[in-house]
């Protein structure tokens, strides 16, 4: 992946040829965004889609903390909930670490007596209680197993592979409960990240939590990029 300037992406965006849709709630938008980009929450998106022209080129990416539990949101939105005038104008989507089928974490501290753990975290963290439990790997997996992506939707994943020594101090405590289970990001299993009919990107070194990777703001400009020069490439074919 060869690094790119803010400037050269945002330049169609300017031009109204493609609208890059940031779908991240409004505080962390605020935070900081990529110039140009367009915010809708993601609880929004439904009924702020048909504004769009079907004709537009539209890419919605995600990221940071809100990135996990915006993966399996999107999924549904995308497999379910938008009827396909309302996913006319959507032609890609980065899914970054989305936990698409749960995470195994949910079902571990869900038992008791380390339910206490999990039911003081999310008192403290001012958390749902019912959002923390539909990302229990049942209640995902089945989610997950009654969606079918639009096939003209390009999706590329970004995920964290961690090897030896690359755990992040966020995933010290949680990358050897779920390593029995098999390769995991410190927060999920490596497959329960992957959305069907997609293409992945790897970050060998790195884990889940991507805000450690100091240059993430530049990777994810640069997945943003590849996405519409395969989606030209696929249109002059």
Do not use: C
Not at 66 to 83: D, I, N, W
């Amino acid at each position: 992946m060869e690094p790119i300037s803010h400037d050269e992406l945002m330049q169609r965006a300017k031009e109204g040829s493609v609208t890059v849709l940031d779908v991240r709630p409004p505080a962390e938008y605020a935070a900081g965004h990529l110039p140009g980009t367009v915010n809708i929450p993601l609880a929004e998106l439904e009924k702020h889609l048909a504004e769009f022209d079907p004709e537009h080129e539209i890419v919605a990416y995600f990221r940071g903390p809100y990135a996990s539990s915006a993966g399996p949101a999107v999924t549904y939105a995308l497999g379910s909930k938008l009827t396909s005038n309302q996913l006319k104008p959507v032609v890609g989507w980065i899914n970054v670490g989305g936990i698409l089928r749960g995470s195994p974490l949910v079902d571990h501290y869900s038992r008791w007596p380390r339910s206490i753990i999990l039911n003081v975290a999310t008192w403290w963290n001012d958390w749902s209680s019912r959002n923390i439990k539909s990302m229990s790997t049942a209640q995902s997996r089945k989610r997950f197993a009654t969606l079918s992506l639009p096939s003209h939707i390009t999706i590329v994943n970004y995920l964290g592979i961690p090897v030896s020594g690359s755990i992040s101090r966020y995933s010290q405590d949680k990358y050897p409960i779920l390593q029995e289970m098999g390769p995991n990001d410190g927060l999920t299993l490596i497959t329960d990240a992957i959305a069907p009919n997609s293409v992945s990107i790897i970050s060998l070194g790195t884990d889940h939590f991507f805000a450690e990777d100091p240059d993430i703001n530049l990777k994810t400009v640069a997945a943003i990029k590849a996405i519409l020069r395969h989606i030209e490439n696929q249109q002059i074919r």
